[in-house]
Protein backbone atom coordinates (compact mmCIF):
# COMPACT_ATOMS: atom_id res chain seq x y z
CA UNK A 1 0.00 0.00 0.00
CA UNK A 2 1.49 3.43 -1.11
CA UNK A 3 1.01 5.60 1.81
CA UNK A 4 2.19 9.11 0.11
CA UNK A 5 1.37 9.47 -3.82
CA UNK A 6 3.48 12.63 -5.54
CA UNK A 7 3.14 13.76 -8.65
CA UNK A 8 4.08 15.03 -11.15
CA UNK A 9 6.68 12.10 -11.86
CA UNK A 10 8.39 14.69 -13.69
CA UNK A 11 7.92 18.82 -14.26
CA UNK A 12 9.33 21.07 -17.01
CA UNK A 13 9.20 24.66 -16.04
CA UNK A 14 10.73 28.33 -17.53
CA UNK A 15 12.26 30.30 -15.60
CA UNK A 16 10.65 32.92 -13.55
CA UNK A 17 7.48 30.49 -13.46
CA UNK A 18 5.91 28.38 -10.87
CA UNK A 19 6.74 25.28 -10.36
CA UNK A 20 3.91 22.75 -8.63
CA UNK A 21 4.69 19.67 -7.02
CA UNK A 22 1.50 17.78 -5.28
CA UNK A 23 1.21 14.38 -2.64
CA UNK A 24 -1.48 12.85 -0.96
CA UNK A 25 -1.73 11.00 1.72
CA UNK A 26 -3.79 8.42 3.43
CA UNK A 27 -3.34 8.03 7.35
CA UNK A 28 -5.11 10.72 9.03
CA UNK A 29 -2.56 10.34 11.79
CA UNK A 30 0.18 12.03 10.42
CA UNK A 31 1.43 15.33 11.84
CA UNK A 32 4.86 16.19 9.57
CA UNK A 33 5.06 17.02 6.36
CA UNK A 34 8.26 18.17 5.29
CA UNK A 35 9.54 18.69 1.80
CA UNK A 36 13.52 17.46 0.33
CA UNK A 37 15.57 18.88 -2.20
CA UNK A 38 17.90 16.41 -3.75
CA UNK A 39 20.57 17.47 -5.98
CA UNK A 40 22.38 14.62 -7.97
CA UNK A 41 24.99 12.54 -5.67
CA UNK A 42 24.09 14.67 -2.91
CA UNK A 43 21.67 13.59 0.02
CA UNK A 44 18.09 15.10 0.53
CA UNK A 45 18.15 18.62 2.07
CA UNK A 46 15.33 19.88 3.90
CA UNK A 47 13.45 22.56 2.32
CA UNK A 48 10.31 23.15 3.81
CA UNK A 49 8.00 21.77 6.84
CA UNK A 50 4.59 22.21 7.90
CA UNK A 51 2.59 20.72 10.81
CA UNK A 52 -1.44 20.36 10.07
CA UNK A 53 -2.61 22.66 12.21
CA UNK A 54 -1.76 25.54 9.82
CA UNK A 55 -2.92 25.93 5.85
CA UNK A 56 -0.09 27.60 4.13
CA UNK A 57 4.11 28.20 5.51
CA UNK A 58 6.01 30.35 3.44
CA UNK A 59 10.07 30.52 3.46
CA UNK A 60 11.97 32.74 0.58
CA UNK A 61 10.51 31.22 -3.05
CA UNK A 62 9.26 28.23 -1.49
CA UNK A 63 5.20 27.32 -0.19
CA UNK A 64 3.79 24.33 1.32
CA UNK A 65 -0.23 24.79 0.52
CA UNK A 66 -2.04 21.98 3.13
CA UNK A 67 -5.08 20.61 2.92
CA UNK A 68 -6.48 18.46 6.03
CA UNK A 69 -9.71 17.37 4.79
CA UNK A 70 -8.15 16.34 1.29
CA UNK A 71 -5.22 14.80 2.60
CA UNK A 72 -3.09 16.54 0.37
CA UNK A 73 -0.37 19.13 0.49
CA UNK A 74 1.99 20.69 -2.33
CA UNK A 75 4.81 22.46 -3.03
CA UNK A 76 5.09 25.63 -4.81
CA UNK A 77 8.18 27.30 -5.92
CA UNK A 78 7.62 31.00 -6.74
CA UNK A 79 10.18 32.40 -9.36
CA UNK A 80 11.61 29.27 -10.37
CA UNK A 81 14.96 29.66 -11.56
CA UNK A 82 17.67 26.95 -13.23
CA UNK A 83 19.33 26.35 -9.83
CA UNK A 84 16.26 25.15 -8.61
CA UNK A 85 16.67 22.06 -10.87
CA UNK A 86 16.44 19.06 -8.75
CA UNK A 87 14.53 15.94 -7.69
CA UNK A 88 11.73 16.93 -5.18
CA UNK A 89 10.28 14.50 -2.17
CA UNK A 90 7.27 14.80 -0.24
CA UNK A 91 7.09 12.61 2.89
CA UNK A 92 5.16 11.95 5.88
CA UNK A 93 5.53 11.01 9.54
CA UNK A 94 3.45 11.28 12.75
CA UNK A 95 0.74 8.63 14.76
CA UNK A 96 2.74 5.75 15.57
CA UNK A 97 5.74 6.00 13.31
CA UNK A 98 6.96 8.40 15.09
CA UNK A 99 9.83 10.42 13.38
CA UNK A 100 10.10 8.07 10.43
CA UNK A 101 9.88 9.19 7.28
CA UNK A 102 7.94 7.66 4.04
CA UNK A 103 8.44 9.39 1.08
CA UNK A 104 6.55 10.21 -2.33
CA UNK A 105 8.12 8.51 -4.98
CA UNK A 106 9.92 11.97 -5.95
CA UNK A 107 10.05 14.65 -9.05
CA UNK A 108 12.03 15.78 -10.80
CA UNK A 109 12.06 19.25 -11.45
CA UNK A 110 13.92 20.73 -14.77
CA UNK A 111 14.02 24.71 -15.00
CA UNK A 112 15.22 25.82 -18.00
CA UNK A 113 16.74 29.53 -18.44
CA UNK B 1 27.93 23.44 12.26
CA UNK B 2 29.24 20.20 10.86
CA UNK B 3 26.25 17.74 9.38
CA UNK B 4 25.90 14.30 8.93
CA UNK B 5 28.79 12.64 7.40
CA UNK B 6 29.12 9.24 6.50
CA UNK B 7 31.73 6.61 4.56
CA UNK B 8 33.07 5.33 2.42
CA UNK B 9 31.15 7.53 -0.28
CA UNK B 10 31.59 4.68 -2.27
CA UNK B 11 31.71 1.52 -2.35
CA UNK B 12 32.42 -1.24 -4.90
CA UNK B 13 32.60 -4.80 -3.29
CA UNK B 14 32.19 -8.26 -4.82
CA UNK B 15 29.15 -10.47 -4.51
CA UNK B 16 29.26 -12.65 -1.41
CA UNK B 17 31.21 -10.31 0.24
CA UNK B 18 30.54 -7.95 3.85
CA UNK B 19 30.54 -4.67 3.83
CA UNK B 20 30.05 -1.60 6.56
CA UNK B 21 29.12 2.04 6.19
CA UNK B 22 29.24 4.36 8.67
CA UNK B 23 27.60 7.43 9.56
CA UNK B 24 28.36 10.05 12.17
CA UNK B 25 25.24 11.96 13.38
CA UNK B 26 24.95 15.75 14.21
CA UNK B 27 26.84 15.96 17.76
CA UNK B 28 23.45 15.93 20.19
CA UNK B 29 21.17 14.46 18.14
CA UNK B 30 19.52 11.31 20.05
CA UNK B 31 17.20 9.72 16.54
CA UNK B 32 19.32 8.25 14.21
CA UNK B 33 17.65 6.59 11.14
CA UNK B 34 18.86 4.76 7.70
CA UNK B 35 17.36 5.07 4.94
CA UNK B 36 18.20 3.22 1.17
CA UNK B 37 17.31 4.77 -1.91
CA UNK B 38 17.71 2.66 -5.24
CA UNK B 39 16.15 3.45 -8.53
CA UNK B 40 13.15 1.45 -8.24
CA UNK B 41 12.12 1.46 -4.74
CA UNK B 42 13.15 5.49 -4.03
CA UNK B 43 13.92 6.39 -0.22
CA UNK B 44 13.22 3.66 2.11
CA UNK B 45 13.54 3.36 5.68
CA UNK B 46 15.71 0.53 7.24
CA UNK B 47 16.11 1.41 10.88
CA UNK B 48 15.52 3.54 14.05
CA UNK B 49 18.02 4.20 16.46
CA UNK B 50 17.07 6.14 19.79
CA UNK B 51 20.04 6.91 21.53
CA UNK B 52 21.84 2.70 21.15
CA UNK B 53 18.11 0.95 21.04
CA UNK B 54 16.74 0.31 17.94
CA UNK B 55 12.82 0.03 18.45
CA UNK B 56 12.13 -0.24 14.96
CA UNK B 57 14.14 -2.59 12.45
CA UNK B 58 11.36 -3.49 10.45
CA UNK B 59 12.66 -1.85 7.61
CA UNK B 60 16.12 -4.49 7.45
CA UNK B 61 15.09 -6.35 3.96
CA UNK B 62 16.69 -9.83 5.32
CA UNK B 63 18.39 -11.17 8.12
CA UNK B 64 22.30 -10.76 6.55
CA UNK B 65 21.50 -6.71 6.85
CA UNK B 66 22.18 -5.34 10.82
CA UNK B 67 23.22 -2.01 12.35
CA UNK B 68 24.50 -0.69 15.88
CA UNK B 69 24.83 2.44 17.53
CA UNK B 70 27.43 3.25 20.01
CA UNK B 71 27.98 5.67 22.69
CA UNK B 72 24.89 7.27 21.46
CA UNK B 73 26.88 8.90 18.38
CA UNK B 74 28.13 6.85 15.45
CA UNK B 75 26.40 4.38 13.99
CA UNK B 76 27.49 0.82 11.43
CA UNK B 77 25.30 -0.49 8.76
CA UNK B 78 26.68 -3.79 8.06
CA UNK B 79 25.38 -6.07 5.03
CA UNK B 80 26.55 -9.74 5.40
CA UNK B 81 26.96 -11.46 2.25
CA UNK B 82 26.38 -8.98 -0.62
CA UNK B 83 23.75 -9.63 -3.23
CA UNK B 84 23.53 -7.60 -6.29
CA UNK B 85 19.82 -6.30 -5.24
CA UNK B 86 21.65 -4.61 -1.97
CA UNK B 87 22.96 -1.89 -4.84
CA UNK B 88 21.77 1.43 -3.77
CA UNK B 89 22.73 4.86 -1.62
CA UNK B 90 22.40 4.29 1.64
CA UNK B 91 21.71 7.75 3.84
CA UNK B 92 21.98 8.53 7.04
CA UNK B 93 20.26 11.13 8.93
CA UNK B 94 19.79 12.39 12.63
CA UNK B 95 16.98 14.28 13.73
CA UNK B 96 16.78 17.11 16.43
CA UNK B 97 13.58 17.96 17.61
CA UNK B 98 11.75 17.03 14.45
CA UNK B 99 13.63 17.77 11.31
CA UNK B 100 15.94 14.63 9.78
CA UNK B 101 18.96 15.85 8.42
CA UNK B 102 20.75 13.86 5.64
CA UNK B 103 24.33 12.61 5.18
CA UNK B 104 25.45 12.53 1.75
CA UNK B 105 24.89 8.43 1.23
CA UNK B 106 27.07 5.72 0.63
CA UNK B 107 26.76 4.50 -2.99
CA UNK B 108 27.37 0.49 -2.81
CA UNK B 109 27.83 -1.04 -5.65
CA UNK B 110 27.55 -5.14 -5.68
CA UNK B 111 29.12 -6.92 -8.72
Redesign the interface.
Known amino acids: QQQVKQSPQSLIVQKGGISIINCAYENTAFD?F?W?QQFP??????LI?IRPDVSEKKEGRFTISFNKSAKQFSLHIMDSQPGDSATY?CAVSGGTS?????????TILTVHP | GAGVSQSPSNKVTEKGKDVELRCDPISGHTALYWYRQSLGQGLEFLIYFQGNSAPDKSGLPSDRFSAERTGGSVSTLTIQRTQQEDSAVYLCASQGAREQYFGPGTRLTVT
Open positions: YPYGKGPALAFYGKLTFGQG
